[in-house]
């Protein structure tokens, strides 16, 4: 089954989340509406909380996952992500905040207490290291991520493209009859 409960907490699904069947979402996680889930991906609120709002799309391989309070971080790290946020295939996403309407390039790493503010695409293969604040309405790439230029308009447009188009593509998908 793709959505589990832990320890009592089970995940709360927004009006028409998609999840696909060989993804796993589980413990203490919040999908907002119309959001989606895709094959293979991992979202694991097992310690701490995960919630990820509306119009989000978490592709194919992603993992999903938070910083455990413990001797080394009291608080922990939940794992904070926005609207209109296109997560790109093979990412991971441990323990940081993401903005609202920021594309994550495919195989990415951003790492524990690292915030992305609105409007950023960070470009495929890039890691951003922990701790790591990435300002808003830029393009950043490379491992450590920098930052390259200003977004441009039409840059800044295809992020609700983008979110609206797997909104759309999951409801193909549920549309043929595929269950959450």
Not at 20 to 29: C, F, M, N, R, T
Not at 104 to 117: C, F, P, Q, R
């Amino acid at each position: 089954m793709a959505i589990r409960s832990y320890q009592g907490l089970t995940p709360q699904l927004g009006a028409r989340v998609f999840v696909d069947p060989s993804a796993v979402v589980l413990g203490d996680v919040a999908l907002g509406d119309d959001s989606s889930v895709w094959p293979m991906a991992v979202v694991r609120g097992d310690m701490q909380r995960i919630r990820i709002g509306a119009r989000t799309s978490v592709q194919d391989g992603c993992v999903l996952h938070i910083t455990h309070a413990g001797p080394f971080n009291p608080a922990g790290y939940p794992l904070l992500i926005g609207d209109e946020v296109t997560i790109a295939h093979n990412v991971t996403l441990h323990g940081c905040t993401l903005g609202n309407r920021v594309l994550i390039g495919m195989g990415s790493i951003v790492m524990d207490g690292a915030v992305l503010e609105d409007e950023i695409i960070l470009g495929a293969g890039s890691l951003v290291p922990p701790g790591r604040t990435l300002a808003s309405g830029y393009l950043y790439v490379g491992s450590p991520a920098q930052q390259v230029r200003p977004l441009n308009e039409q840059e800044k447009a295809f992020f609700s493209y983008s979110a609206g188009n797997y909104v759309k593509l999951k409801d193909l998908h549920a549309a043929e009859g595929y269950e959450r």
